[in-house]
């Protein structure tokens, strides 16, 4: 029979407890919330002495069933400064009663509001002057097998204006990114990259964008003449194969952009060794993977 009584004790147990729950949600107690405060009319060549706070303690006094709505449902307010700064300097003040309208608006009809901290908000501001700069990428891009970047990664946005003293901007030229690393790339990828700031510089925006365009490429093999460069004044140099076989990648976009006279093959001479070693410059951009065959060549000197 002890599983009987067990069961009595645990069913009396919950019992208490769901009235005491039930009891505690409609009692009024107190409770703290933290309230998102989001700032607008701010000209972009206004600094702060101090940063503005961007939330607020807010004390509230409701039942517990109505406290509890606030848990899932964070509290924010807009404080709209348009028109004070009129100087290029000065102070502003928030007043608690501006603060108190816009919280009570967030509040449930029968939550009392007891308490802000802070009160009301006090801020020291000053103007400041301004410089648009171009950005510089700094990028680390790789792309996914038989991938290649159709161009150089292209910023979608090419400067920002920064804001900060006449001395400070007279030697800012650029604003570097962050660095954007990006592995497998293998289409058109359109991303956010942060920018840097200097340090007493602040800038319109914290990022741009930029886009990144990736395409399949084919193999292209091509047979071009070996010339020699740098032959010794009033001799003649022959090269042994007069012909080599150049290899490269090249997107499928630009395929039809390549011509043999885009691809020179050359050698360097030099009494020094017995072979020369080819190079390849090739006038297209969009050529990569260079690869060529073979690799160095024969040279007899004629007089």
Not at 38 to 45: K, L, R
Not at 105 to 116: F, R
Not at 150 to 173: F, H, N, R
Request: aromatic fraction near 6%; glycine fraction near 4%; include cysteine.
């Amino acid at each position: 029979m002890k599983w009987r009584e067990v069961l009595t004790y645990l069913c009396f147990v919950v019992l208490a407890t769901a009235i005491w729950y039930g009891r505690a949600l409609r009692s009024v107690h107190d409770k703290t919330l933290s309230v998102e405060v989001q700032y607008t009319g701010i000209p972009g060549s206004v600094s702060f002495d101090d940063p503005l706070p961007n939330s607020l303690s807010v004390q509230v006094r409701d039942a517990g069933t109505r406290l509890r709505l606030y848990s899932d449902t964070p509290l924010a307010i807009s404080v709209d400064l348009t028109g004070e700064f009129e100087n290029t300097s000065g102070e502003i003040t928030i007043s608690s009663e501006t603060l108190k309208t816009a919280i009570k608006q967030q509040l449930q009809g029968t939550t009392n509001l007891q308490k802000i901290s802070p009160s009301s908000i006090h801020a020291t501001y000053r103007t400041q002057v301004q410089k648009r700069v171009p950005i510089v990428l700094r990028h680390r891009i790789e792309c996914a097998p038989e991938y290649q970047l159709v161009d150089t990664p292209t910023l979608l946005q090419s400067s920002v204006v920064a804001y900060g003293t006449t001395q400070a901007l007279d030697s800012l030229e650029s604003i570097l990114t962050k660095r954007l690393d990006m592995n497998n790339a293998h289409d058109t990828i359109v991303t956010s990259i942060g920018l840097v700031a200097p340090k007493g510089i602040r800038l319109s925006q914290g990022s741009v964008k930029v886009q990144v365009v990736a395409e399949r490429y084919s193999e292209k093999v091509m047979t071009v003449p070996a010339e020699m460069d740098g032959a010794p004044e009033g001799s003649r140099v022959r090269l042994f194969p007069q012909e080599v076989t150049v290899t490269m990648h090249i997107g499928l976009s630009h395929w039809n952009t390549l011509n043999e006279s885009d691809i020179h093959a050359y050698c360097v001479y030099s009494d020094s060794l017995e072979t020369l070693p080819v190079k390849v410059r090739s006038d297209n951009p969009f050529v990569t993977g260079i690869r060529v065959h073979p690799r160095t060549v024969e040279y007899l000197v004629e007089k």
